[in-house]
């Protein structure tokens, strides 16, 4: 079956570095997403990663490793407004969104 | 209004009850998702609408019932459901090609649906 994995809960120091990992086992690969979701809101569009690498967007940072079947967001410089749930997302060979759990972040001042 | 707009933002309905989840994006969008999340579960997708025409029924009972009478609104009809329907339902859209390998999604806010 196809399956994401990621961390239930993180948390982190206002102004430190975090990084959230997502591995994940899919038919076929068509990019990973990361969403970022607030208590009572809509999930965001951070990241898409289709290539091995790292994509850097300010603050958050996207890296994939297709081989290893692993992604990982990195969130610098941790904001109080960075407290929220990050969404891992594969697009499968038939481009369907396989999603994960959320992890849930915590930044305490 | 911009974005996806999703009412109501909260619902309380008995098991007997019909009630409508309505969807609305003016992004000019050319496909519509309904997805339900519940706490510490992924996603799961509902319905898909794409250009108008359902695509997807990913085995959802019959007592949700989707209608997509244009391409920017979105309704999920709701009759006779069972407390374990409680959920958030999230309404999506989408600019979807053949190869949509970068097809982002923007959401709503969601429906907070309790049954009791």
């Known amino acids: 079956g196809q399956n994401i994995d990621q961390p239930t809960e993180m948390t982190a120091t206002e102004g430190a570095i975090v990084q959230i990992n997502c591995t994940y086992q899919t038919s076929g690969f068509n990019g990973l997403f990361w969403y970022q979701q607030h208590a009572g809101e809509a999930p965001t569009f951070l990241s898409y990663n289709v290539l091995d690498g790292l994509e850097e967007k300010g603050r958050f940072s996207s890296f994939l490793s297709r081989s290893k079947g692993y992604s990982y967001l990195l969130l610098k410089e941790l904001q109080m407004k960075d407290s929220a749930s990050y969404l891992c997302?594969?697009?499968?060979?038939?481009?369907?969104?396989?999603w994960g759990a959320g992890t849930k972040l915590i930044i305490k001042p | 209004e911009t974005g996806v707009t999703q009412t109501p933002r909260h619902l309380v309905m008995g098991m007997t009850n019909k009630k409508s989840l309505k969807c609305e994006q003016h992004l000019g969008h050319n496909a519509m998702y309904w997805y339900k999340q519940s706490a510490k579960k992924p996603l799961e997708l509902m319905f898909v609408y794409n250009f108008k025409e359902q695509t997807e029924n990913n085995s959802v009972p019959s007592r949700f019932s989707p209608e997509c009478p244009n391409s920017s609104h979105l309704f999920l009809h709701l009759h006779t459901l069972q407390p374990e329907d409680s959920a958030l339902y999230l309404c999506a859209s989408s600019q979807a090609g053949e190869s949509s390998g970068a097809n982002v999604l923007t959401f709503g806010a969601g429906s907070r649906l309790t049954v009791l």
């Open positions: 997302a594969v697009m499968d060979s038939n481009y369907q969104l396989i």
